[in-house]
Protein backbone atom coordinates (compact mmCIF):
# COMPACT_ATOMS: atom_id res chain seq x y z
CA UNK A 1 0.00 0.00 0.00
CA UNK A 2 1.22 3.32 -1.11
CA UNK A 3 1.20 6.30 1.60
CA UNK A 4 2.48 9.61 -0.27
CA UNK A 5 2.88 11.97 2.22
CA UNK A 6 4.15 15.80 0.72
CA UNK A 7 6.55 18.50 1.66
CA UNK A 8 5.74 22.06 0.59
CA UNK A 9 7.29 25.01 1.66
CA UNK A 10 6.97 28.23 -0.90
CA UNK A 11 3.66 28.80 -3.02
CA UNK A 12 3.11 31.94 -4.60
CA UNK A 13 2.88 33.71 -7.99
CA UNK A 14 4.47 37.19 -6.57
CA UNK A 15 7.75 36.38 -5.76
CA UNK A 16 9.95 39.67 -5.20
CA UNK A 17 12.65 37.89 -3.49
CA UNK A 18 12.82 35.17 -6.28
CA UNK A 19 12.74 32.34 -3.64
CA UNK A 20 12.06 28.73 -4.70
CA UNK A 21 8.53 28.57 -5.25
CA UNK A 22 5.78 26.72 -6.35
CA UNK A 23 3.27 28.38 -8.45
CA UNK A 24 -0.07 28.63 -7.05
CA UNK A 25 -1.43 27.32 -9.98
CA UNK A 26 0.35 24.55 -9.91
CA UNK A 27 0.16 23.60 -6.58
CA UNK A 28 -3.80 23.32 -7.08
CA UNK A 29 -3.22 21.11 -9.99
CA UNK A 30 -0.83 19.13 -7.44
CA UNK A 31 -4.00 18.87 -5.14
CA UNK A 32 -6.27 18.08 -7.89
CA UNK A 33 -3.69 14.98 -8.96
CA UNK A 34 -3.80 13.58 -5.87
CA UNK A 35 -7.95 13.80 -5.34
CA UNK A 36 -7.91 12.10 -8.77
CA UNK A 37 -5.42 9.52 -8.09
CA UNK A 38 -5.68 8.55 -4.26
CA UNK A 39 -7.75 9.25 -1.75
CA UNK A 40 -6.81 11.25 1.15
CA UNK A 41 -5.05 10.54 4.12
CA UNK A 42 -5.75 12.24 7.38
CA UNK A 43 -3.59 12.89 10.39
CA UNK A 44 -5.44 10.87 12.28
CA UNK A 45 -4.63 8.24 10.03
CA UNK A 46 -1.18 8.05 10.78
CA UNK A 47 -1.99 8.57 14.75
CA UNK A 48 -4.54 5.27 14.74
CA UNK A 49 -1.78 3.32 12.47
CA UNK A 50 0.76 3.65 15.26
CA UNK A 51 -1.46 3.16 17.96
CA UNK A 52 -2.26 0.27 16.53
CA UNK A 53 0.70 -1.11 15.12
CA UNK A 54 -0.30 -1.50 11.74
CA UNK A 55 -0.93 0.22 8.39
CA UNK A 56 -2.79 3.31 7.40
CA UNK A 57 -4.83 2.97 4.60
CA UNK A 58 -3.42 4.11 1.21
CA UNK A 59 -3.64 8.02 0.05
CA UNK A 60 -1.73 10.92 0.41
CA UNK A 61 -1.07 13.42 3.10
CA UNK A 62 0.07 17.16 2.77
CA UNK A 63 2.67 18.82 4.75
CA UNK A 64 3.62 22.21 5.25
CA UNK A 65 6.81 23.04 6.61
CA UNK A 66 8.30 26.94 8.16
CA UNK A 67 4.72 28.46 9.19
CA UNK A 68 5.12 30.61 5.68
CA UNK A 69 2.01 33.06 4.84
CA UNK A 70 0.62 31.30 1.80
CA UNK A 71 0.10 28.22 3.83
CA UNK A 72 -2.73 30.22 5.78
CA UNK A 73 -3.28 32.68 1.92
CA UNK A 74 -3.70 29.53 -0.10
CA UNK A 75 -2.92 26.33 1.11
CA UNK A 76 -5.52 26.36 3.91
CA UNK A 77 -8.00 27.74 1.66
CA UNK A 78 -7.71 25.47 -0.97
CA UNK A 79 -7.38 22.17 1.55
CA UNK A 80 -10.96 23.83 3.19
CA UNK A 81 -12.69 24.04 0.09
CA UNK A 82 -12.06 20.14 -0.57
CA UNK A 83 -13.07 19.72 2.82
CA UNK A 84 -9.12 18.12 3.40
CA UNK A 85 -6.57 18.77 6.16
CA UNK A 86 -2.76 19.09 6.37
CA UNK A 87 -0.10 18.96 8.91
CA UNK A 88 1.59 21.80 8.88
CA UNK A 89 5.13 22.81 11.15
CA UNK A 90 5.74 26.29 11.50
CA UNK A 91 9.09 27.28 13.45
CA UNK A 92 7.99 29.52 16.93
CA UNK A 93 10.85 32.08 16.08
CA UNK A 94 9.00 34.65 14.72
CA UNK A 95 6.17 34.29 17.14
CA UNK A 96 8.54 34.57 20.26
CA UNK A 97 11.36 36.43 19.00
CA UNK A 98 10.46 38.55 16.23
CA UNK A 99 13.03 36.74 13.88
CA UNK A 100 13.50 34.10 11.45
CA UNK A 101 15.90 31.13 11.18
CA UNK A 102 19.06 31.64 9.16
CA UNK A 103 17.38 29.40 6.58
CA UNK A 104 14.86 31.07 5.73
CA UNK A 105 17.10 34.68 5.28
CA UNK A 106 19.80 32.53 3.10
CA UNK A 107 16.74 31.48 1.13
CA UNK A 108 16.05 35.13 0.52
CA UNK A 109 19.04 36.84 0.01
CA UNK A 110 19.92 33.98 -2.29
CA UNK A 111 17.30 34.44 -4.63
CA UNK A 112 17.72 38.21 -4.58
CA UNK A 113 21.48 38.20 -5.00
CA UNK A 114 22.04 34.93 -6.79
CA UNK A 115 24.98 32.34 -6.03
CA UNK A 116 27.80 34.54 -6.83
CA UNK A 117 26.79 37.99 -5.39
CA UNK A 118 25.71 36.12 -1.99
CA UNK A 119 29.31 34.39 -2.25
CA UNK A 120 30.95 37.61 -2.36
CA UNK A 121 29.47 39.53 -0.09
CA UNK A 122 29.75 36.84 2.61
CA UNK A 123 33.27 36.52 2.54
CA UNK A 124 33.59 40.84 2.60
CA UNK A 125 32.02 40.33 5.66
CA UNK A 126 33.17 37.31 7.25
CA UNK A 127 36.69 39.48 6.26
CA UNK A 128 35.77 42.51 8.31
CA UNK A 129 34.14 40.73 10.90
CA UNK A 130 35.81 40.76 14.67
CA UNK A 131 36.15 37.05 14.76
CA UNK A 132 36.39 36.61 11.11
CA UNK A 133 39.31 36.09 8.44
CA UNK A 134 40.27 36.59 4.87
CA UNK A 135 39.12 33.36 2.77
CA UNK A 136 39.42 33.52 -0.72
CA UNK A 137 36.44 31.07 -1.58
CA UNK A 138 33.88 29.58 0.57
CA UNK A 139 35.11 26.30 1.33
CA UNK A 140 33.98 22.94 -0.21
CA UNK A 141 31.55 21.11 1.77
CA UNK A 142 33.03 18.05 3.01
CA UNK A 143 29.48 15.48 2.91
CA UNK A 144 26.74 16.60 0.57
CA UNK A 145 24.26 17.96 3.39
CA UNK A 146 20.96 18.01 1.03
CA UNK A 147 20.41 15.89 -2.18
CA UNK A 148 17.88 18.28 -3.97
CA UNK A 149 20.62 21.74 -3.64
CA UNK A 150 23.77 22.22 -5.69
CA UNK A 151 27.23 22.31 -4.65
CA UNK A 152 27.81 25.87 -4.30
CA UNK A 153 24.71 26.61 -2.13
CA UNK A 154 25.41 23.37 -0.47
CA UNK A 155 28.85 25.34 0.43
CA UNK A 156 27.39 28.29 1.42
CA UNK A 157 24.73 26.08 3.62
CA UNK A 158 27.92 24.08 5.58
CA UNK A 159 29.47 27.18 6.05
CA UNK A 160 27.23 29.03 7.81
CA UNK A 161 25.66 25.91 9.09
CA UNK A 162 28.28 23.75 10.40
CA UNK A 163 31.70 25.71 10.11
CA UNK A 164 30.98 29.12 11.62
CA UNK A 165 30.29 29.71 15.29
CA UNK A 166 26.49 30.24 15.20
CA UNK A 167 27.12 33.98 16.48
CA UNK A 168 29.15 34.68 13.36
CA UNK A 169 26.34 32.93 10.60
CA UNK A 170 24.07 35.39 12.20
CA UNK A 171 25.91 38.66 12.41
CA UNK A 172 27.16 37.59 8.87
CA UNK A 173 23.28 36.72 7.75
CA UNK A 174 21.45 39.65 9.54
CA UNK A 175 24.19 42.14 8.01
CA UNK A 176 23.49 40.55 4.89
CA UNK A 177 19.11 40.39 5.20
CA UNK A 178 18.99 43.88 6.22
CA UNK A 179 20.40 45.15 3.00
CA UNK A 180 19.05 43.08 0.94
CA UNK A 181 15.87 42.74 2.45
CA UNK A 182 15.29 45.65 4.85
CA UNK A 183 13.46 45.39 8.38
CA UNK A 184 13.26 41.61 9.76
CA UNK A 185 10.02 42.45 11.46
CA UNK A 186 8.31 43.86 8.24
CA UNK A 187 9.52 40.88 6.16
CA UNK A 188 7.92 38.62 9.17
CA UNK A 189 4.72 40.79 8.83
CA UNK A 190 4.16 40.02 4.75
CA UNK A 191 5.51 36.03 4.94
CA UNK A 192 4.94 34.38 8.38
CA UNK A 193 2.21 32.89 9.80
CA UNK A 194 0.25 35.16 12.70
CA UNK A 195 -0.81 33.47 15.64
CA UNK A 196 -4.70 34.39 14.97
CA UNK A 197 -3.74 32.68 10.95
CA UNK A 198 -3.14 30.05 13.50
CA UNK A 199 -5.66 29.42 15.34
CA UNK A 200 -8.44 29.86 12.81
CA UNK A 201 -6.70 27.18 10.69
CA UNK A 202 -6.29 24.90 13.75
CA UNK A 203 -10.02 25.71 14.69
CA UNK A 204 -11.50 25.09 11.07
CA UNK A 205 -9.40 21.63 11.04
CA UNK A 206 -5.66 21.91 9.66
CA UNK A 207 -3.48 20.08 12.29
CA UNK A 208 -0.15 21.75 13.98
CA UNK A 209 3.35 20.08 14.54
CA UNK A 210 6.61 21.12 15.49
CA UNK A 211 9.61 22.41 13.68
CA UNK A 212 11.98 23.74 16.44
CA UNK A 213 12.35 27.16 17.63
CA UNK A 214 15.38 28.12 15.35
CA UNK A 215 15.60 25.65 12.59
CA UNK A 216 18.77 24.04 13.46
CA UNK A 217 20.63 21.24 12.24
CA UNK A 218 19.33 18.82 15.54
CA UNK A 219 22.53 16.70 14.78
CA UNK A 220 25.21 19.73 14.89
CA UNK A 221 24.15 21.30 18.55
CA UNK A 222 24.21 19.34 21.89
CA UNK A 223 22.10 17.86 24.28
CA UNK A 224 20.41 20.49 26.45
CA UNK A 225 19.93 22.84 23.31
CA UNK A 226 18.19 19.63 21.01
CA UNK A 227 16.02 19.52 24.01
CA UNK A 228 15.16 23.49 23.99
CA UNK A 229 14.27 23.49 20.24
CA UNK A 230 12.11 20.28 20.03
CA UNK A 231 10.45 20.35 23.70
CA UNK A 232 10.03 24.78 23.50
CA UNK A 233 8.89 24.39 19.99
CA UNK A 234 5.86 21.48 21.33
CA UNK A 235 4.94 23.35 24.37
CA UNK A 236 4.65 26.75 22.83
CA UNK A 237 2.10 25.75 20.05
CA UNK A 238 0.31 23.38 22.20
CA UNK A 239 -0.49 26.21 24.73
CA UNK A 240 -0.95 28.24 22.12
CA UNK A 241 -3.77 26.47 20.90
CA UNK A 242 -5.25 24.71 23.67
CA UNK A 243 -3.98 21.25 22.03
CA UNK A 244 -1.97 18.75 22.40
CA UNK A 245 0.84 18.74 19.91
CA UNK A 246 1.59 15.22 18.39
CA UNK A 247 3.65 15.86 15.17
CA UNK A 248 7.27 17.32 14.87
CA UNK A 249 9.43 17.70 12.07
CA UNK A 250 13.25 17.87 12.40
CA UNK A 251 14.80 21.12 10.79
CA UNK A 252 16.30 19.68 7.27
CA UNK A 253 15.26 16.38 7.90
CA UNK A 254 18.06 15.69 9.86
CA UNK A 255 17.77 13.72 13.27
CA UNK A 256 19.88 11.49 16.01
CA UNK A 257 18.88 9.11 18.44
CA UNK A 258 18.83 11.72 21.04
CA UNK A 259 16.21 13.83 19.01
CA UNK A 260 13.88 10.41 19.34
CA UNK A 261 14.93 10.06 23.35
CA UNK A 262 13.71 13.85 23.46
CA UNK A 263 10.29 13.27 21.33
CA UNK A 264 9.58 10.33 23.34
CA UNK A 265 9.54 12.53 26.72
CA UNK A 266 6.73 14.45 24.75
CA UNK A 267 3.00 13.97 23.77
CA UNK A 268 4.68 13.72 19.78
CA UNK A 269 3.48 10.07 18.87
CA UNK A 270 5.14 11.07 14.74
CA UNK A 271 8.37 12.45 13.60
CA UNK A 272 8.80 13.25 9.49
CA UNK A 273 12.34 13.83 7.78
CA UNK A 274 12.79 15.00 4.35
CA UNK A 275 13.54 11.21 2.65
CA UNK A 276 11.01 10.37 0.03
CA UNK A 277 9.61 6.66 1.12
CA UNK A 278 6.32 5.03 -0.32
CA UNK A 279 5.39 3.18 3.03
CA UNK A 280 4.35 4.42 6.38
CA UNK A 281 5.49 2.05 8.76
CA UNK A 282 4.10 2.12 12.51
CA UNK A 283 7.39 0.91 13.53
CA UNK A 284 8.89 3.83 12.41
CA UNK A 285 6.85 6.82 14.14
CA UNK A 286 9.89 8.76 15.02
CA UNK A 287 11.12 8.67 11.24
CA UNK A 288 8.52 9.37 8.85
CA UNK A 289 9.43 9.82 5.08
CA UNK A 290 8.30 12.48 2.93
CA UNK A 291 8.22 13.20 -0.77
CA UNK A 292 8.76 16.77 -2.03
CA UNK A 293 7.06 18.55 -4.28
CA UNK A 294 8.91 18.12 -7.25
CA UNK A 295 8.29 14.28 -7.31
CA UNK A 296 5.19 15.05 -8.50
CA UNK A 297 2.88 16.16 -11.42
CA UNK A 298 2.93 19.19 -12.91
CA UNK A 299 6.35 19.99 -11.77
CA UNK A 300 7.69 16.21 -11.71
CA UNK A 301 6.57 13.29 -12.33
CA UNK A 302 7.58 10.03 -9.26
CA UNK A 303 10.42 9.02 -11.18
CA UNK A 304 13.41 6.45 -9.85
CA UNK A 305 13.31 7.85 -6.36
CA UNK A 306 15.00 6.23 -4.04
CA UNK A 307 12.92 4.94 -1.60
CA UNK A 308 15.48 3.19 0.87
CA UNK A 309 15.25 5.28 4.33
CA UNK A 310 18.93 6.54 3.37
CA UNK A 311 18.67 10.20 4.67
CA UNK A 312 17.25 8.70 7.49
CA UNK A 313 19.64 6.23 8.39
CA UNK A 314 22.59 8.67 7.95
CA UNK A 315 21.25 11.17 9.54
CA UNK A 316 20.86 9.10 12.63
CA UNK A 317 24.83 8.07 12.25
CA UNK A 318 24.92 12.14 12.66
CA UNK A 319 27.83 12.13 9.63
CA UNK A 320 28.15 15.85 10.15
CA UNK A 321 30.42 17.11 12.36
CA UNK A 322 29.04 19.56 15.43
CA UNK A 323 29.61 23.19 14.36
CA UNK A 324 33.39 24.06 14.45
CA UNK A 325 34.64 20.88 14.85
CA UNK A 326 35.71 20.43 11.33
CA UNK A 327 36.89 23.88 11.28
CA UNK A 328 38.46 24.96 14.89
CA UNK A 329 40.54 27.30 13.32
CA UNK A 330 37.89 29.30 11.04
CA UNK A 331 37.75 31.53 13.86
ZN1 LIG B 1 12.02 23.75 7.66
Known amino acids: MNHYIITYHYIRDDNPYNVNALRISDFEKQLNYFIDNFSPLYPNDLLNAVEQNSEPPPGFLLTFDDGLKEHYKVAYRLLRERGL ?154 SMLGDTVKYFCYPYGHFDTDCKKILGKSDVSLAFTTTPEIHFGASQRYSIGRYDTIHFPPVGSLGPVNTTPMGSVASEKAPIKARGERFGDAK
Do not use: C
Not at 147 to 160: A, G
Open 85 to 238: SGIFFPNISHLIGGNIPLVNKLQVVLGKLGIKKLEQYLLDRYKTHPQGRRLNAIPSAPVKIKRLDNMRVQNIKYFMNFTLDEHVSNDLINDIFEGVVGDVRRYIAENFLTEREILEMHDNGMVFGGHSVTHPYLTSVDYARKEYEILESINYLS
